[in-house]
């Protein structure tokens, strides 16, 4: 698959501290009795810091039980919902509060990572403190109203000097930097309608015509979404693609029908190796979506319960019916588990200094946020 190639060679390249620490969990391992820890009785609480039915509301309620299934002494997994603050009140809450038991659990997302890497004044959590058990990959679709009688790419990108958008979002150093930054380069007229507490929200407010213009990663799209562009309410304009094995932007297997970014820009704007927004738009599309969602623990959590998670989440996606489960409602990208999921969780961690400098002045000059 294109987008487990990027992980083995372009996206997360395992550094010799990663090899080092893997070794150790290894040796830990054989040391630990993990298959001691049961959990039966115990109810694990998931904290998922945006508003029911977006794209994290419906990857987190896809594993709960799942993870009931795998989780030694299947325990009751409750999903709690705290959205606010781009999600940094619910993983800010998550980091005063959670338990180092191994049942306190954070469902984490692009949002969640960019407000973190980007300095957001709101966030008091810290990434070094947390243990990733599993990660899933995604992508997502931009799409347009159909009432305003754009019927695909070529066209949007033809009518860029007629047409005014509105765009419902969660806040510019959200998950919605992508999309936004996206139709910025395009050349976009849009108007950022700020305050919704998730994609989920930002969906409603375009089903209710607030908005013609929304995005959703590709769990939310594929069940919320597609039902309108069936019904003849949406078009789908572009996805965001994914990352070949040599760096380069390809369709998203999920969506082969839709253009990626790359090849709507070409036609917005011409060859986008020659553009720093593209390539500072890229960089933030692997630090959002190569690992877009990932499963936390505290680091401080006992080794033996974290090893019983990661050999859960092992298990997990062996599941017999899973993996047709998580192609039908996440879409076709592997879960990253193990030395994965490390890896996934350092991908996030890497963004490079240049694309945070650049994105800082884009932000304060186009939404006069400041970080």
């Known amino acids: 698959m294109l987008l487990s190639n990027t992980m083995n060679r372009t996206v997360l390249r395992i550094s010799s501290k990663i090899v080092s620490a893997t070794f150790m969990t290894f040796c830990l391992a054989s040391q630990v009795n ?8 115990e109810r694990i609480e998931m904290t998922v810091p945006y508003k029911e039915g977006g794209g994290t509301d419906t990857w987190a309620r ?3 039980p799942y993870m009931t299934q795998s989780l030694p002494g299947e325990p009751v997994v409750v999903i709690k919902n705290v959205p606010g603050g781009g999600s940094t009140k619910g993983a800010n809450q998550f980091a005063r509060r959670a338990n180092d038991n191994g049942l306190d659990i954070l469902a984490s997302s692009a949002s969640t990572h960019y407000t ?17 058990v599993l990660a899933t990959p995604t992508g997502g679709v931009v799409y347009i109203s159909a009432n305003e009688g754009i019927n695909n790419a070529e066209e ?30 395009l050349g976009a007229d849009v108007q ?6 998730g994609r989920g929200a930002g969906r409603l407010a375009f089903e209710r015509g607030e908005v013609n ?3 959703q990663t590709t769990s939310a799209y594929l069940k919320k ?72 623990l505290p680091k ?15 298990k997990l996606v062996e599941v017999p019916d899973f993996k047709t489960r998580a192609d039908e409602v996440l879409g076709n990208y592997k879960q990253l588990t193990g030395v994965e999921a490390d890896q996934a969780m350092d991908s996030i961690l890497s963004l490079d200094e240049e694309s945070k400098k650049w994105i800082a002045k884009w932000l304060k000059d186009k939404y006069n946020t400041v970080l």
């Open 116 to 132: 973190y890497l980007l300095g957001d004044r709101r966030v008091q959590y810290d990434y070094k403190d947390w243990s990733a």
């Open 213 to 215: 213009l929304d995005s």
């Open 225 to 296: 979404v597609v039902p309108l562009v069936e019904e003849g309410k949406a078009v789908p304009l572009f996805s965001f693609g994914v990352i070949d094995a040599q760096g380069k932007l390809q369709r998203d297997p999920n969506f082969p029908d839709i253009p990626h970014f790359g090849e709507v820009y070409q036609m917005a704007k011409g060859d986008e190796a020659t553009s720093q927004g593209f390539n500072v738009w890229k960089s933030f599309f692997v630090a959002g979506f190569v690992a877009q969602k990932v499963f936390l």
């Open 156 to 185: 949007f990108v033809n009518n860029l000097d007629k047409l005014e958008f509105k765009y419902a979002s969660q806040g510019a150093t959200s998950i919605d930097l992508v999309p936004l930054l996206a139709l910025d380069l």
């Open 192 to 197: 950022a309608v700020f305050g919704m507490k």
């Open 300 to 314: 401080s959590t006992p080794e033996d319960i974290k090893l019983a998670w990661r050999d859960a989440m092992n």
């Open 34 to 41: 993990a298959q001691s820890v049961s959990f039966e009785g």
């Open 62 to 64: 896809f594993f709960g």
